[in-house]
Each structure stands twice: as C-alpha cells, then as structure tokens.
C-alpha cells in the first residue's frame, strides 16, 4: 500500500512562502483524488486542497485559494503544496492523504 511522506515545513515569518512536498511509495492510481489536510492547536483536522492524479482536476478551500497552489508531478509520485503570502493563521501541522493513507505530517509556523 501506498507510503506518504511530508516535507518542506519550517519557520517563516509573514508574508514568505513555503513549498511543502508529499513523496508517495507504492501506486497513486490514476483516478485517486489526493489531498493536503492541516490541523492547527487544538482545532479539527481540515481540508487545504486537493487534486485528481490523473487529470488534475483541482479544489482549493476558500481560505487559500488565492494564496496556495496544489500540484503533482506524476513521473515522481509527489504531490506539492506552494503557500505564499503566508499569514499566522495558516500556522498548523501539514498532511497528505490519499485512500485513507496519511503521512506523518510537516509543520508549518508562521512567526515574526
């Protein structure tokens, strides 16, 4: 079964960007759909956005959409997350998901 595995979280101070990757070991099938997930202290686990393998068909939640970008590099099995004008609020533990697998996650904190 498919592996996941975040990286790229760090420290930023506002208004930096942030590129987090997700490498996939094993199969991403072509009509998954694979989705980047955060969860801030002590708030529930919640949606950033997402993108089928296959056609690149892409969601962004309302809060990022004009400040992440979602993509995937098929040929290499990983799956990115471009963050730019990061604020504190976006301030959270970073997952990838794809049929119920998860990652370890990434940490992204946004401080001065």
């Known amino acids: 079964q498919v592996q996941l595995v975040e990286s790229g979280g760090g420290l930023v101070q506002p208004g930096g960007s942030l590129r987090l990757s997700c490498t996939a070991s094993?199969?991403?099938?072509?009509?998954?759909?694979i989705f980047w997930y955060r969860q801030a202290p002590e708030k529930v686990r919640e949606v950033v956005a997402s993108?089928?393998?296959?056609?690149?068909?892409?969601e962004y939640s309302d809060s990022v959409k004009d400040r992440f970008v979602i993509y995937r590099d098929a040929a290499t099995n990983t799956l990115y997350l471009e963050m730019n004008s990061l604020e504190p609020e976006v301030t959270a533990d970073y997952y990838c998901?794809?049929?119920?697998?998860w990652g370890q996650g990434t940490r992204v904190t946004v401080s001065s």
């Open positions: 998901t794809v049929r119920e697998r």
């Open positions: 094993g199969t991403i099938y072509a009509l998954d759909r």
């Open positions: 993108v089928t393998w296959r056609n690149n068909k892409k």
